[in-house]
């Protein structure tokens, strides 16, 4: 096999992985086999091993000696932790996304889809809407222009279903939390970058919070 295919295929095997544990096909605490992966992807282990010792580098799995490698299983006080360091990155980032006039046309349109989504009758798409919650929040993040605090902001590993959602799902929360979406993308139309810095740390402290209630009630 040469360098080049291997390596195209450590990243399909990482992207995959990835992928399937953000969106929750593999859940926290599932062991992943060397084995049977190397039969899934059609190759030998060491692709494998090495997709996983990247996955382990970027904290979506945790690589426990004579045991195995297992998908990561976040406490709530790992997610506190998270979530801490999440809101003064996109504090920042919607400070300078104010500062330089950012065009949040794609911030509206994707609250614009999950509105349809809380609307829709039937039941609730819990996935496509929180895929969609993610988006929301990379984007504003991308809008500040800066590619290390993107790069930092996604090396968070935010999953989706995982720690965007969280929380009691019912379409008066749902409801809530896009009203703050929507003065969070005002801030930015307005170029209030004291304004939208202030409200962000409120919209995701409020989230810290429900995580370190979580925790202490064990």
Same mark, same amino acid.
């Given at each position: 096999?040469?360098?080049?295919i291997?390596?195209?295929?450590?990243?399909?095997?990482?992207? /995959?992985?990835?992928?399937?544990?953000?969106s929750?096909?593999?859940?926290?605490?599932?062991?992943?086999?060397?084995?049977?992966l190397?039969?899934?992807?059609?190759?030998?282990?060491t692709?494998?091993?090495?997709?996983?010792?990247r996955?382990?580098?970027?904290?979506?799995?945790?690589?426990? &000696?004579h045991?195995? /490698?297992?998908?990561?299983?976040? /406490?709530?006080?790992?997610?506190?932790?998270?979530?801490?360091?999440?809101?003064?990155?996109?504090?920042?980032?919607?400070?300078?996304?104010?500062?330089?006039?950012?065009?949040?046309? &794609?911030?509206?349109?994707?609250?614009?889809?999950?509105?349809?989504?809380?609307?829709?009758?039937?039941?609730?798409?819990?996935?496509?809407?929180?895929?969609?919650?993610y988006?929301f929040?990379?984007?504003?993040?991308?809008?500040?222009?800066?590619?290390l605090?993107t790069?930092?902001?996604?090396?968070?590993?935010?999953?989706?279903?995982?720690?965007?959602?969280?929380? /009691?799902?019912?379409?008066?929360?749902?409801?809530?939390?896009?009203?703050?979406?929507?003065?969070?993308? &005002? &801030?930015?139309?307005?170029?209030?970058a004291?304004?939208?810095?202030?409200?962000?740390?409120?919209?995701?402290?409020r989230?810290?919070?429900?995580?370190?209630?979580?925790?202490?009630?064990?």
């Amino acid at each position: 096999m040469s360098e080049t295919i291997s390596s195209q295929l450590i990243d399909h095997i990482y992207d /995959t992985l990835r992928d399937q544990i953000r969106s929750g096909i593999l859940p926290g605490g599932t062991k992943l086999s060397e084995n049977t992966l190397a039969a899934t992807f059609a190759c030998s282990r060491t692709p494998v091993r090495e997709a996983l010792k990247r996955l382990d580098q970027d904290g979506f799995v945790v690589t426990i &000696a004579h045991s195995g /490698t297992y998908v990561k299983d976040l /406490t709530m006080q790992e997610y506190q932790h998270l979530t801490e360091v999440r809101a003064y990155l996109e504090a920042l980032a919607i400070r300078s996304a104010c500062e330089q006039h950012a065009d949040a046309t &794609a911030l509206e349109q994707i609250l614009d889809t999950m509105d349809g989504l809380i609307e829709e009758k039937g039941p609730f798409h819990i996935q496509k809407f929180s895929e969609l919650h993610y988006r929301f929040h990379f984007e504003l993040v991308s809008l500040a222009g800066n590619d290390l605090l993107t790069l930092t902001y996604s090396r968070l590993n935010l999953g989706e279903a995982a720690l965007l959602f969280n929380q /009691t799902m019912n379409k008066r929360g749902l409801k809530k939390t896009q009203e703050e979406h929507r003065k969070l993308v &005002a &801030a930015i139309k307005s170029h209030d970058a004291i304004k939208g810095e202030r409200f962000m740390l409120a919209h995701l402290w409020r989230k810290r919070n429900q995580f370190k209630k979580q925790d202490q009630e064990g």
